[in-house]
């Protein structure tokens, strides 16, 4: 069946970079999308970026300048790095996997927390 | 960017009554609209896609209709484990955008 799971350090420090793993199963990366929505406590969800099944990349333009998305199909595993993280940036990350739709996901993984602070 | 505007913030409602929760869209996105449910603690699950297809497994209660900019979601005869934060999110055009959510509680 399909999953997602994302794992990486769940505190980070003042303008250090962030890097998360989304790890896939039941879906080949080549076919399928894979996005990272976030949503910070309490609060509502923000579209990040995707990698698609092609390699292409699209990021929120918010973000562009501090994100980036890549993978490894043979592993399965998508990654996210994004650096110069502030405490806004205190959140749940989630992995998604985007239907044939298009930006609609039918897939999450469990999300991971992720809090910035000293 | 489009903004994407639902009401209400919050409901509260009783077992068996059925609910509409709305969302705006700030320009057409001809119907290229989903609703996902948020259960406490939990990831969103798709619910629509398509403003009114039913995703596998998401129960007959639940319905979207809209066209345009306005869109809603209905759920009729309410259960206990509807409970939950409920989101639009257009896919239209990119940044996909999401709603600001609708909390629903039971009365």
């Known amino acids: 069946q399909v999953q997602l799971k994302e794992s990486g350090p769940g505190l980070v420090q003042p303008s250090q970079t962030l890097s998360l793993t989304c790890t896939v199963s039941?879906?080949?990366?080549?076919?399928?999308?894979v996005h990272w929505v976030r949503q910070p406590p309490g609060k509502g969800l923000e579209w990040m970026g995707g990698?698609?099944?092609?390699?292409?990349?699209n990021y929120n333009s918010a973000l562009k300048s501090r994100l980036s998305i890549c993978r490894d199909t043979s592993k399965s595993l998508v990654f996210l790095k994004m650096n110069s993280l502030q405490t806004e940036d205190t959140a749940i990350y989630y992995c998604?996997?985007?239907?044939?739709?298009?930006?609609?996901?039918?897939?999450w993984g469990q999300g991971v927390m992720v809090t910035v602070s000293s | 960017d489009i903004q994407m505007t639902q009401s209400p913030a919050s409901l509260s409602a009783s077992l068996g009554e059925t609910v509409t929760i709305e969302c705006l869209a700030s320009?057409?996105?001809?119907?290229?609209l989903a609703w996902y449910q948020q259960k406490p603690g939990k990831s969103p699950q798709l619910l629509i896609y398509?403003?009114?297809s039913l995703n596998d497994g998401v129960p007959s209660r639940f319905s979207g209709s809209g066209s345009g900019t306005q869109y809603s979601l209905k759920i009729n005869s309410l259960q206990s484990e509807d409970v939950s934060i409920y989101f639009c999110?257009?896919?239209?055009?990119?940044?996909?955008?999401f709603g600001g959510g609708t909390k629903l509680e039971l009365k």
């Open positions: 320009e057409d996105i001809y119907s290229n």
């Open positions: 998604t996997r985007d239907s044939n739709y298009g930006y609609t996901y039918d897939y």
């Open positions: 990698i698609w099944g092609n390699g292409n990349t």
């Open positions: 398509y403003a009114n």
């Open positions: 999110q257009q896919n239209y055009d990119s940044p996909p955008t």
């Open positions: 039941g879906f080949s990366l080549t076919d399928y999308s």
